[in-house]
């Protein structure tokens, strides 16, 4: 075990990727009672797991006989991986994919003790039974099969990839406009309320009438600037329905990093959508 070349390393990626997907799309379908594609691609694959399975395996490497340091090198390794994973998915597209923010022990909602233990068994799991007859299955199959069907999923994921990219950088500018469109209503709030607390303590009796008049003048002005911002802000939030479907249905537990979290709302409004 571990002698293996490129093309069979990414036999493996592709196997491991394919193989998480039908566990993770499993598991949250029986959860949430409905079929679930996971992730962050549309294809029946998961990179994170097939990056997460070619990781350990190559840590452990020098490690095969001694099950302890497979388990703590395993679940190490694994967890590194998904921390940096889920930082960068955050700092990229400002979306959080996967939140252990509920559990004890967790670190930023990346990562968790709880999590970071299961990795570990899993690594134990991986390395002395489900590798084994992967293994032998790959190295089985004829050379030019393997190529052809690595090459083949190889198009088909690079597609995946570039359409979910582009789909995620769309969503990612609505949320920043919608953070924007958010601290513009705070500020009108705000000039709204110094508006009356200075009429009401500046105004004078000589005045009065003129104070007042402006002070009406200001208010309609900035209802008319909010109730344009809440326009927009209602345009974009149908905008992100439609952008944010595969995301927020694929991925129960995810949530978007803006300062107004607003992921259920839209995941409501998604399931309404598809239920007319």
């Known amino acids: ?94 979306v959080r994919y996967w939140d252990y923010s509920g559990q004890r022990f967790q670190y930023k909602g990346h990562i968790c003790l709880s999590s970071s233990i299961a990795w570990g068994f899993l690594s134990l799991l991986m390395v002395y039974g489900v590798h084994l007859p992967v293994e032998r299955l790959i190295l089985w199959m004829h050379e030019e099969v393997v190529s052809v069907l690595t090459f083949g999923i190889t198009v088909f994921m690079a597609c995946d990839f570039s359409s979910a990219f582009r789909q995620a950088m769309d969503l990612r500018a609505l949320l920043l406009q919608a953070e924007q469109i958010r601290a513009e209503l705070e500020q009108r709030a705000e000039e709204k309320r110094r508006l009356l607390e200075a009429t009401t303590t500046f105004a004078k009796a000589a005045v009065e009438e003129s104070l007042e008049e402006r002070r009406e003048r200001l208010a309609k002005k900035l209802e008319d600037e909010v109730l344009k911002l809440r326009e927009r802000q209602e345009q974009l939030k149908e905008h992100m329905t439609k952008k944010a479907e595969r995301l927020l249905l694929g991925n129960p537990g995810s949530r978007f990093m803006i300062t107004l979290d607003n992921a259920g709302e839209i995941r409501e409004r998604i399931r309404r959508r598809k239920r007319k």
């Open 1 to 94: 075990m571990y002698c293996y070349h490129f093309r069979e390393w990414l036999s493996f990626f592709y196997f491991y990727c394919i193989f998480g997907w039908c566990f993770e799309s499993s598991y949250v379908s029986i959860k949430e009672k409905r079929l679930t594609n996971r992730g962050f691609l549309k294809g029946p694959w998961l990179p994170l797991y097939g990056s997460g399975a070619i990781l350990v395996l190559w840590l452990t490497l020098p490690f095969q006989k001694n099950p302890f340091l497979v388990y703590v090198v395993g679940a190490l390794g694994a967890t590194v991986l998904e921390y940096v994973t889920g930082e960068v998915m955050v700092r990229l597209f400002k």
